[in-house]
């Protein structure tokens, strides 16, 4: 029932290395969210957006995390500096505004 | 800090027989709540989202909802083996639209 396009599906990467992922919200969900989701089934919020303005965004996101949604262009999660601890299933979400948030498939990230 | 918890961590049922699992939330000014099911680590597919205490139907999954007992949850009627999934409780507070999520039951339905 979600339209959320994510890419790449798949992405392996070295520790130290630049991982970079997609997002395409539905069409007319001006709210971006983007979690991440451990082997242990842990979700964490890193940061959303409305439109192109960040609204709230967890300390771990402003030091390697870095992520935007231009306007026109999909949105993105970069980590500047693999660790492997950063394993892990990234989800981004889209929603109007107070509505449902409807999850892409997600990118899976494997840092050896 | 809201803390979500689920219950049971597993469940197996058979085919055609009610499932139920639980959700319990520590913030009792929490004021949205939803369910998804996520397959094998796919994305996740929003079942039944609730707002008000009683319950919420949407199709076969029924939510209930007990603010004073900081208690929801998830009835699925009929289940079929392709229910078989990890059932998640979203949790939120306010505006801000963050999800808070618990850790799932993993459910398995038997032919």
């Known amino acids: 029932n979600s339209k959320v396009i994510q890419t790449p599906r798949y992405l392996v990467k070295g520790q130290g290395q630049k991982a970079k992922m997609r997002c395409i919200p539905e069409k007319g969900h001006p709210v971006v969210f983007w979690y991440q989701q451990n082997k242990n089934n842990e979700f964490k919020f890193l940061i959303n957006f409305q439109n192109q303005e960040v609204l709230q965004q967890i300390d771990m996101t402003e030091k390697r995390f870095s992520a935007e949604c231009p306007s026109n262009s999909p949105c993105s999660l970069e980590i500047q500096s693999s660790e492997a601890g950063d394993s892990a299933l990234y989800l981004c979400?889209?929603?109007?505004?107070?509505?449902?948030?409807?999850f892409g498939p997600g990118t899976r990230l494997l840092v050896l | 800090q809201q803390k979500v918890q689920q219950s049971p961590e597993s469940l197996t049922v058979s085919e055609g027989a009610m499932a139920s699992l639980n959700c319990t939330f520590s913030?009792?000014?929490?004021?949205?709540f939803r369910w998804y099911r996520q397959h094998s680590a796919k994305g996740l597919e929003v079942l039944v989202s609730?707002?008000?205490?009683g319950e919420k139907e949407e199709g076969r999954f029924t939510a209930h909802l007990n603010r004073a007992n900081l208690h929801v949850s998830l009835h699925i009627r009929e289940p079929q083996p392709s229910d078989s999934a990890v059932y998640l409780c979203a949790v939120s507070t306010g505006n801000t639209g963050k999800l808070i999520f618990g850790l799932g039951t993993t459910l398995q339905v038997q032919p």
């Open positions: 979400a889209s929603r109007r505004n107070q509505d449902t948030q409807y």
């Open positions: 609730i707002f008000s205490d």
């Open positions: 913030d009792g000014t929490s004021n949205n």
